[in-house]
T-cell receptor, first 114, second 112 residues
Framework: DTEVTQTPKHLVMGMTNKKSLKCEQHMGHRAMYWYKQKAKKPPELMFVYSYEKLSINESVPSRFSPECPNSSLLNLHLHALQPEDSALYLC?????????????FGSGTRLTVV | GQNIDQPTEMTATEGAIVQINCTYQTSGFNGLFWYQQHAGEAPTFLSYNVLDGLEEKGRFSSFLSRSKGYSYLLLKELQMKDSASYLCAVRDADNYGQNFVFGPGTRLSVLP
């Protein structure tokens, strides 16, 4: 298995809703990442988990809450989002935090906040 | 910190060769990556350079000069399906190489 699987592929939520994005990989990668990408912009790093511990939080608002239940799973819990949070949310994984290799990206969740 | 620059848009003809440049200024360096991203899809890994020189991979080649803070991606025998955004990304040496910063991306249009 050489994929990162993200669900759902599309999500529409209201500003008062609570929802979660899920990411799964079975490549034995020990670093997992959440990125946010707006249209025609590059991905922006949000969070990094290394060996199931949060190692980087790029000053992301608390309405985004990451969780890493185990080495294969990464969740992003969403609450009280704003319309400007609408974007493509990408999950990625890599071998580990010092491996000089690239990321494997999931296909993303396209989030629309109404 | 990181500063990465790429041209915003490029246009080329099917069958031609195109070179996409990337310049970077970093406080540390632990590798430079090129990704391809089609509209609405996830980025896919193309190439990786950590030492100076040219890495060739089929129709794609990537070059790195660390002293100049410069890389390019060379695409040969362009095909229509190569129309996409090409992202240059630098992995710095902080946080055990977890800092991975993308440039603004270059949107390539391949015309018949």
């Amino acid at each position: 298995d050489t994929e990162v699987t993200q669900t759902p592929k599309h999500l529409v939520m209201g500003m008062t809703n609570k929802k979660s994005l899920k990411c799964e990989q079975h490549m034995g990668h020990r670093a997992m990442y959440w990125y946010k990408q707006k249209a025609k912009k590059p991905p922006e790093l949000m969070f990094v988990y290394s060996y199931e511990k949060l190692s980087i939080n790029e000053s992301v608002p608390s309405r985004f809450s990451p969780e890493c239940p185990n080495s294969s799973l990464l969740n992003l819990h969403l609450h009280a989002l704003q319309p400007e949070d609408s974007a493509l949310y990408l999950c990625a994984s890599s071998q580990d935090n010092v491996y000089l290799g690239g990321y494997t990206f999931g296909s993303g969740t396209r989030l629309t906040v109404v | 910190g990181q500063n990465i620059d790429q041209p915003t848009e490029m246009t080329a003809t099917e069958g031609a060769i195109v070179q996409i440049n990337c310049t970077y200024q970093t406080s540390g360096f632990n590798g430079l990556f090129w990704y391809q991203q089609h509209a609405g899809e996830a980025p896919t890994f193309l190439s990786y350079n950590v030492l100076d020189g040219l890495e060739e991979k089929g129709r794609f080649s990537s070059f790195l000069s660390r002293s100049k803070g410069y890389s390019y991606l060379l695409l040969k025998e362009l095909q229509m399906k190569d129309s996409a955004s090409y992202l240059c990304a630098v992995r710095d040496a902080d946080n055990y190489g977890q800092n991975f910063v993308f440039g603004p991306g270059t949107r390539l249009s391949v015309l018949p």
